[in-house]
């Protein structure tokens, strides 16, 4: 469960480390640049490809009851990317990963300015993005129902319709499906 007293790295323009941390809820309130993982799952189907999606709790501070990639979350001060990954993974829906089992698709830096319960929101984010590829029985699923209201599997081209057209019940970012799927298929 996340707190605005979390503390994570602050982090220049460049996605370089400052030497500085803030709290969760300070380094939104005033934008500063810092760093998130987003691991993403995929399975073949013979309609095409899947992807395991998490639907957002209600009174998440950011983008509440929309539906993500199937982990998502702040990488803590003076942790890596894929310590963080692995974490996530485990407290969102139960998957104890391996180093080995996750793939670093790409980076990508991200600026947003929204507003959420009434409260301005700024997210500067460096995103890891990562791929999932270790076996994952169904009922491996167990998520973390503070955080996350249900999980589903949708096809990429539901998916791909949806943020294409706008759907405000997603807060993926169609860039970042395209460049997972592209990277997933080669």
């Known amino acids: 469960m996340y707190s605005d007293d979390e503390l994570f790295d602050v982090l220049n323009e460049n996605g370089e480390q400052t030497e500085k941390t803030k709290r969760r809820g300070d380094i939104h309130r005033d934008g500063d640049w810092h760093a998130s993982v987003h691991i993403w799952i995929a399975r073949?189907?013979?309609g095409g490809m899947e992807f395991l999606l998490q639907k957002r709790a209600e009174d998440k501070d950011s983008f509440p009851g929309c539906f993500d990639a199937a982990s998502t979350g702040h990488i803590d001060a003076g942790e890596d990317p894929i310590t963080s990954a692995i974490r996530e993974l485990s407290e969102e829906v139960g998957i104890r990963a391996r180093p080995s089992e996750l793939v670093l698709l790409f980076k990508r830096k991200v600026s947003e300015d929204n507003v959420f319960h009434g409260k301005r929101f700024i997210n500067n984010e460096l995103k890891w993005v990562f791929l999932y590829k270790g076996t994952l029985p169904?009922?491996?699923?167990?998520?973390?129902?503070a955080e996350i209201s249900s999980v589903c599997w949708q096809?990429?081209?539901d998916l791909k319709y949806a943020l294409e057209h706008g759907d405000e019940?997603?807060?993926?970012?169609l860039e970042e499906l395209l460049r997972c799927a592209k990277d997933i298929l080669t």
């Open 155 to 157: 096809s990429a081209a």
């Open 138 to 145: 169904e009922s491996a699923i167990n998520f973390e129902q």
């Open 44 to 46: 073949r189907r013979l």
């Open 169 to 173: 019940h997603y807060c993926i970012d």
